[in-house]
């Protein structure tokens, strides 16, 4: 007997300022003081509006940080706290409708992990920090496309290939995220806690509560 399996329906978060309300990287800084964190909130910003290069920034910031594996953990935990309201709802919602939740972020992986699993969603793609033995910082994956200026569509066309979805969806709130809106189905700008005009220009869609996207996708002719 052949048993015909439907493709899976494809949905991809941007994690930071969309299904938590922190930039992980901006309170890794203000661990380091008030002067730390405010070179590094204002190069978030800058590469956030598209204003400059996130590869041009990615690695100045952590260089200026070093954080250690229990300073990510503190951030994971920033993120459950501070986690989008109706997020887990939505992606439970979404699961049931057959959709595959992703995180793609060019955040930190192990500092997301713990929202991940919080939300049901079993894929990250994001950044590896590396820790020596005791937790101290060693770096960061180098070699990962969210560390650089067109890394996402890199990475959602590397989702499609693997997965080949029926539809594929991207939601997030930077220039990073815009960026994807050649290689999926629908982009969805998200502006609860920051509308950029850059990403609004680029939407197929705009919602400011992810509680939004289950009656837009089942909506949506894209």
């Not at 020596?132 to 070699?143: C, T, V």
């Amino acid at each position: 007997m052949c048993f015909v399996v439907n493709p899976p329906k494809l949905i991809c978060f941007d994690c930071d300022s969309t299904l938590s309300a922190i930039e992980g990287v901006d309170e890794l800084a203000r661990l380091r003081g008030p002067e730390c964190f405010a070179a590094v909130e204002a190069m978030t910003n800058e590469a956030m509006e598209g204003r400059i290069p996130l590869d041009d920034v990615f690695a100045r910031r952590l260089d200026l940080i070093r954080p250690d594996r229990s300073e990510a953990a503190a951030v994971g935990r920033l993120y459950l706290e501070r986690v989008e309201p109706t997020a887990r709802e939505t992606v439970m919602a979404l699961k049931v409708a057959g959709w595959t939740p992703v995180i793609v972020s060019a955040g930190y992986t192990q500092a997301i992990e713990p929202l991940a699993v919080h939300l049901g969603i079993a894929r990250i793609e994001a950044v590896a920090l590396k820790f020596n033995r005791l937790g101290g910082y060693l770096g960061f994956d180098e070699s990962h496309p969210a560390t650089r200026r067109g890394g996402k569509p890199e990475i959602l066309a590397r989702l499609k290939s693997e997965l080949s979805p029926r539809r594929t969806v991207m939601v997030g709130d930077g220039v990073s995220d815009s960026e994807t809106s050649e290689v999926v189905d629908l982009f969805v700008g998200f502006g609860r806690y920051a509308e950029r005009a850059a990403v609004k220009s680029r939407a197929h869609a705009f919602i400011h509560s992810l509680s939004e996207l289950p009656s837009l996708l089942a909506q949506s002719k894209r």
